[in-house]
């Protein structure tokens, strides 16, 4: 069993749809949480970081974190076709391990 | 705002044959880490450095090698390629590992 698990998706969404992507994980000592946008063959572009649990929003986008759970969200409302990408979650201990553990990502597609 | 440069963005290379990807970090960064992401999976940790000395160590291959020089550039050496090792090769960096932010990749296809 992979440490962090990503629904795998596809999702396919109409525009203007709220999208909900989510990620479990297993290692309890995981304190920071990311949510990075790819689209095909380009690199990781960093879309929101926290370390705490509970919401942090920037603009379009909401992060949710439930470290009692194990269990993180991100939200886009008004989805647009420019949003259709593969999300992936990632996760570090911190302290001095900085090293990013990714879940497999979700493929996102908005149609017009 | 100045991104993680790679280069090249591209190269095919024969079996057997040596490979050297490099990478700029964002300036002022003092961290540098080296992914592979193979067709459709998530980005593998390869190694990363701090200021100029190997911090961690993940999947690499004893066949990779790499390094960070004076001026914070690092390179990511790969010798006797094999056909698994066609990848996209990200380099990401941060500020004492706050947040990671990646380069646009080096495709690499051995053929």
């Not at chain 1, 960093?46 to 991100?74: C, H, P």
């Not at chain 2, 991104?3 to 090249?8: D, F």
Request: with cysteine; aromatic share 14%.
């Amino acid at each position: 069993q992979k440490e962090v698990e990503q629904d795998p998706g596809p999702l396919s969404v109409p525009e203007g749809a709220i999208v909900s992507l989510n990620c479990t994980y297993s290692n309890s000592a995981f304190q920071y949480f990311m949510w990075y946008r790819q689209y095909s063959r380009k690199g990781p572009e960093l879309l929101m970081y926290t370390y705490s649990s509970g919401n942090k929003e920037d603009g379009r986008f909401t992060a949710q974190v439930d470290k009692s759970s194990k269990y993180i969200s991100l939200f886009i409302r008004d989805s647009q076709p420019s949003d259709s990408a593969t999300y992936l979650c990632a996760m570090t201990l911190g302290g001095s391990n900085y090293k990013l553990t990714f879940g497999k990502g979700t493929l996102l597609t908005v149609n017009p | 705002a100045a991104g993680v440069i790679q280069s090249p963005r591209h190269l095919i290379k024969e079996k057997r044959e040596t490979a050297t990807l490099k990478c700029y970090p964002i300036p002022r960064h003092d961290t540098v880490y080296w992914y592979q992401q193979g067709p459709g999976q998530d980005p593998q940790f390869l190694i990363s450095f701090y200021e100029k000395m190997q911090s961690d160590k993940g999947s690499i291959p004893d066949r990779f090698s790499a390094q960070q020089f004076s001026d914070y550039h690092s390179e990511l050496n790969m010798s006797s390629l094999e056909l698994g090792d066609s990848a996209l090769y990200f380099c990401a960096s941060s500020l004492t590992g706050n947040t990671i932010y990646f380069g646009e990749g080096s495709w690499l296809t051995v053929v």
